[in-house]
């Protein structure tokens, strides 16, 4: 088995693999419900978007899931301090994913007009506020959280909801919301046709703008403001037991960059994001899906990636008490229970991959108006 420094870090891989998959899943159907009522303008057109997304959305929810119960095993002092930091945001997002089951179920069970318009843009409320909100509160990381830890170990939060909404946290929230409804509208290229594909187009040439405009702002924001990283004033002892108070922490990182600058491999990232964002626009100017949805999956990663590579080795830093701010090294459970995890994640994750990979090979295919109306009671 793994030493306790190797487990540390093999654990910090799998939960950022984990949010790229749910990036990559549910983000796409996230970002199609948010498109919902723009690329749908009759109730049939809504029905195919619905349809392209209903058959998958439940188990793509699952991989958030399974990120915070990672999260919960292998982080425990990150999942205390976030669910007190972020509580209300999580319960705004918790709040906004109510109404997509509720919405892909109840929303045909009645021919009404009002009825049915509702719904719609009450999954588009449950598509578009979790995609705006996580890519705030990846911001407000950046920044650093007002927590702190006392002489036991009891984390404290002195911060407010409103004040994640800051410059930076609203500009994180649109490279967010702008990437995953890219992903939303490239996915609907290729799962539609006609108005609503032409549609799916123009919404994936404007949010790929949107996106890169965003992105790359955020890294020159980050590059010439006068936002400060966070850094490890000496080497700490990566195998040693969990006591996120035995260090000491320095605003030493102007703007996130000194990782770059030490590692130049990491460099990959950006320009993934970039690449990726450029490659979507122009996949989706030329009517090719299936490369416009390569970009847009590029683009995630490359983005989650960034801000992985730049706040490396920490997860959640804290700006009310730099030492308080938890590492990957010194937020993890014990070397026995990562191990056990690790054993369990080497068993269930392929087995999850290679059924999750059948599922959208048994249901793939276009959706079209001709087929919902054949079935007027056998889709959603």
Known sequence: MFDYESLKLIWWVLVGVLLIGFALTDGFDLGAAALLPFVGRTDQERRVVINTI????????????????????????????????????MLLVLFAL??????????????????????????????????????????????GVPFQFDDTLRVSYHGSFWQLLNPFGLLAGVVSLSMLMLHGATWLMMRTEGDIARRSQRAAQLTALVYLAAFIGAGAWLWLGNIQG????AAIDTNAAINPLGKSVLHDNAGWLANYASY??????????????VLALAAASGKRGAWAFLGSSLAISGTLCTAGFAMFPFIMPSSLDLNSSLTLWDAVSSH?????????????????????????????????TGQIEQNGHGLY
């Open 264 to 277: 130049p491999l990491t460099k990959l990232a950006p320009l993934t994001g970039i690449l990726g964002g």
């Open 336 to 368: 026995k229970t990562l191990g056990i995890m690790f054993v369990a994640a080497c068993i269930f994750v392929p087995l999850i991959l290679v059924y999750t990979l059948w599922c959208y090979a048994k249901m793939w295919g276009k959706v079209t």
């Open 54 to 89: 209903a058959p998958h959305w439940d188990g793509n929810q699952v991989w958030l899931i399974t990120a915070g119960g990672a999260l919960f095993a292998a982080w425990p002092l990150v999942y205390a301090a976030s669910f007190s930091g972020f509580y209300w945001a």
């Open 230 to 233: 966070f850094a490890l004033a």
């Open 98 to 143: 109510f109404v997509r089951p509720v919405g892909f179920d109840y929303r045909s069970k009645l021919e009404n007009t009002r009825w049915r318009s509702s719904w719609d843009w009450g999954l588009f409320v449950g598509g578009l506020v979790p995609s705006l909100v996580f890519g705030v509160a990846f911001g407000n990381l950046l920044l």
